[in-house]
T-cell receptor, first 118, second 111 residues
Framework: AQKITQTQPGMFVQEKEAVTLDCTYD???????LFWYKQPSSGEMIFLIY??????QNATEGRYSLNFQKARKSANLVISASQLGDSAMYFC???????????????FGQGTELSVKP | EAQVTQNPRYLITVTGKKLTVTCSQN?????MSWYRQDPGLGLRQIYY???????DKGDVPEGYKVSRKEKRNFPLILESPSPNQTSLYFC??????????FGPGTRLTVL
């Protein structure tokens, strides 16, 4: 069965420093997608970055990058130059690729609460 | 504006009183889904739909029903709510295989 594990319930980082949020996954599928979402205290879910299982390059989106190590089944989120506004809950998620109206389940990790210190 | 809307945003109800939480998207997305979020458990998928008239169970479907009669709407129905269904509920939509766009959430309390 698919599973996502985020082992860091909470983390602190100094403003302007980089931080890595861990995510490991388990799946027997060859085709899947990995996502990171941010949930600030206001509650909305904000998409940050996506990595496909066949993508050879690590995904990057501005200050966010995804350190994808397929053999180790890890998809860590790296936030460079942390800002106070980065304080939030961060969720890693995995999704099967839908084929012919089959599949499409999406599972989330438990989340990591990041606090950025001034 | 491209968005996913949910109504109501907040709801307090009593055990056994049927309720419906509506979800609508204006992005012509095929995929729609419902999640519940509980402290320490992250988001768990309740039901999802790959297209009109196609729905499937997620990880926690017990006590919930859904329907997808139109592409834009995906209501969540609790036929007989119980206190363990007190939670924060999110609806989301996407093109197949792409990132999900989430609604603002519905906070449900069942007394």
């Amino acid at each position: 069965a698919q599973k996502i594990t985020q082992t860091q319930p909470g983390m602190f980082v100094q403003e302007k420093e980089a931080v890595t949020l861990d995510c490991t996954y388990d799946t027997s599928d060859q085709s899947y997608g990995l996502f990171w979402y941010k949930q600030p205290s206001s509650g909305e879910m904000i998409f940050l970055i996506y990595q496909g299982s066949y993508d050879e390059q690590n995904a990057t989106e501005g200050r966010y990058s995804l350190n994808f190590q397929k053999a180790r089944k890890s998809a860590n989120l790296v936030i460079s130059a942390s800002q106070l506004g980065d304080s939030a809950m961060y969720f890693c998620a995995m999704r099967e690729f839908p084929i012919y109206n089959q599949g499409g389940k999406l599972i989330f990790g438990q989340g990591t609460e990041l606090s950025v210190k001034p | 504006e491209a968005q996913v809307t949910q109504n109501p945003r907040y709801l307090i109800t009593v055990t056994g009183k049927k309720l419906t939480v509506t979800c609508s998207q204006n992005m012509n997305h095929e995929y729609m889904s419902w999640y519940r979020q509980d402290p320490g458990l992250g988001l768990r998928q309740i039901y999802y739909s790959m297209n009109v008239e196609v729905t499937d169970k997620g990880d926690v479907p017990e006590g919930y029903k859904v329907s997808r009669k139109e592409k834009r709407n995906f209501p969540l129905i609790l036929e007989s709510p119980s206190p363990n269904q007190t939670s924060l509920y999110f609806c989301a939509s996407s093109l197949l295989g792409n990132e999900q766009f989430f609604g603002p959430g519905t906070r449900l309390t069942v007394l």
